[in-house]
């Protein structure tokens, strides 16, 4: 992940399988997908926001803010946060599974 020195998130990419369990019982897998859906579908939602999402591929996701007007600031900053707390607990729980990396620019 990527953010900005405020916190905002500005790009992310997420490739690989968890390994936890088998395919389609993986809970970890799970956690990590609804966690990085959930962000993406915020940002579909986010006026003021240009973004471009590549999930067409299962196990790779990726995305990039290309432009951010000042009033959704805030919101990227919260979806940062959430990405952010989400992933350093399933990498503290699980870290055999899950590696996490924030880089600020």
Do not use: W
Not at 52 to 67: I, K, P, Q
């Amino acid at each position: 992940m990527v953010c900005s020195s405020d916190g905002a998130i500005r790009s992310l990419r997420a490739s690989g399988h968890a390994s936890f369990a088998e395919k389609g019982m993986d809970i970890v897998c799970a956690a990590e997908s609804i966690v990085l859906r959930t962000s993406v579908e915020m940002l579909e939602n986010t006026k003021g926001l240009v973004f471009n999402a590549d999930t067409s591929t299962r196990g790779f996701l990726e995305f990039r803010v290309e432009h951010v007007a000042a009033f959704a600031v805030e919101r990227l900053k919260c979806i940062g946060d959430f990405i952010r707390f989400a992933f350093t607990e399933l990498s503290a729980e699980y870290p055999e599974n899950v590696r996490f990396q924030e880089i600020t620019e």
